[in-house]
């Protein structure tokens, strides 16, 4: 087989968008995918507008609807509602959007080996060997894209992450009805999912709708989403396809990234929102990062160390914000809403975080300052340790 300046384990956003950028700096490029393009991938689809900021092409036709309006609801009631004149995400089908992002890899020059699966990974001081379905391919780079779970982290990252989440997602076919109730519109429901949440996200006359739940409670998944489908009025007729998938939500500390030859992105690397679940801006983010590295620090000296720093200070501190902030949602979810529902000006400021206007370390000094002293304290003493004090560690340091 022919050998590669880098090899790439995974064609979805982290994988294609690194594939894309390395083959645009002149590297010769394999971007290995064990699944035949186009596929489907348990997913909401919700991207948030600053996704468009790093992509270097117009999503024009990708997107099936413009999200304008964002409800919460307390156990499928209770509507808080915000308004928005632009719109703060967008809703696409992953398999045409991971497939678009496959196609700009392979036009830039990449070469996608698709349908075939890495079996194992090997490194050594210079170079890296993978065994692509039984046949070696070697080169001097290897990105771990391969999402949760990943071929790459398993064998050469030993202090990988377990996914903190489990989910249940359905494609639901919308009658006439619901179609119109959630025209430009997702619906997030809290309290009846344990650690997590529930989401009704519209692209034209299917919604993807689905449940998280912490995976102590992964018990309760399906009575969760059932409940969560009774609640939200949309449980008309079956669903087209309902999957499970676990989710790697980033949780505290640092763990290695980078590894001699090897670097891990997005999934691979658990850079999920824990608040949200939002991981297709930070795959895409990491893996243009990923790249960048090889391009420079790799080509130059064969040293990958400096993308674990960038991680450290572009992407970690926004993942570990959410994560204080979902400590608290989470655990308090019922004073969460409260709050959410006398302060709407809090779905504004989140906004900004969805727009590329404002960092999520900024949204939770927001959300703070503006909520009363003695409501904060009750979050300090429902949400318990390890929530709010985590977050003045956090600020001092
Ligand atoms: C139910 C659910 C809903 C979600 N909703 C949203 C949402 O609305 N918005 C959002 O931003 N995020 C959402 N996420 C998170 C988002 O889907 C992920 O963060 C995102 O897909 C990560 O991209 P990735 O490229 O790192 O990994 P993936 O998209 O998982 O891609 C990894 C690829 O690697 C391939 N692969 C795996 N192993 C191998 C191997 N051995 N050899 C070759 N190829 C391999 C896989 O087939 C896959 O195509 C959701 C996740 C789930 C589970």
């Known amino acids: ?190 309290g009846q999912v344990p650690g997590g949440y529930g989401w009704a996200f519209p692209k034209g006359g299917v919604a993807s709708v689905g449940v998280a739940v912490e995976r102590k409670a992964a018990r309760r998944l399906l009575s969760c989403f059932t409940a969560f489908l009774g609640s939200s009025g949309l449980s008309g007729g079956g669903a087209i396809r309902t999957t499970g998938a676990l989710i790697p939500i980033h949780r505290d500390g640092n763990r290695s990234l980078s590894r001699g030859r090897a670097l891990l992105t997005g999934d691979a690397a658990s850079l999920v929102d824990p608040l949200l679940g939002e991981g297709i801006y930070y795959a895409i983010q990491s893996g243009q990062m990923a790249a960048e590295t090889i391009l420079t620090d790799g080509s130059r000296h064969g040293d990958l160390s400096s993308y674990q720093a960038a991680v450290s200070r572009m992407i970690i501190p926004e993942l570990e914000a959410a994560g204080r902030l979902s400590r608290t949602a989470h655990r308090a979810s019922w004073l969460w809403f409260q709050v959410l529902k006398r302060r709407r000006v809090v779905m504004d400021l989140y906004k900004k975080v969805l727009m590329g206007e404002a960092s999520y370390r900024w949204f939770e000094d927001q959300v703070w300052a503006g909520t009363p002293r003695f409501v904060v304290a009750l979050f300090g003493l429902w949400a318990g340790r390890g929530a709010l004090s985590d977050r003045r560690q956090g600020a001092g340091s």
Not at 46 to 71: A, K, Y
Not at 83 to 99: C, G, H, L, V
């Open 1 to 190: 087989m022919a050998r590669y300046d880098t090899i790439i384990v995974g064609g979805g956003p982290a994988g294609a968008t690194a594939a894309l950028m390395l083959a645009k700096g002149g590297a010769r490029v394999l971007l290995a995918e064990r699944r035949k393009m186009p596929r489907y991938k348990p997913c909401g689809g919700c991207l948030s507008r600053r996704v468009e900021r790093l992509l270097p092409f117009d999503l024009g036709r990708l997107v099936e609807e413009r999200i304008t309006n964002l409800t919460f609801t307390w156990r499928g009631r209770d509507p808080v509602e915000g308004t928005f004149s632009e719109p703060m995400a967008y809703m696409i089908w992953r398999n045409k959007f991971d497939q678009a992002l496959c196609e700009r890899a392979v036009e830039a020059g990449a070469v996608l080996q698709d349908g075939r699966a890495v079996r194992s990974v090997t490194a050594s001081a210079n170079h890296v060997d993978v065994d692509l379905d039984g046949q070696t391919a070697t080169a001097d780079f290897l990105i771990g894209a391969d999402g949760v779970c990943g071929v790459v982290a398993r064998d050469l990252f030993p202090d990988r992450a377990q996914p903190g989440l489990v989910a249940l997602n359905a494609e639901l076919p919308l009658t006439r009805a619901g179609e119109a109730a959630l025209k430009g519109r997702v619906i997030l429901d809290a």
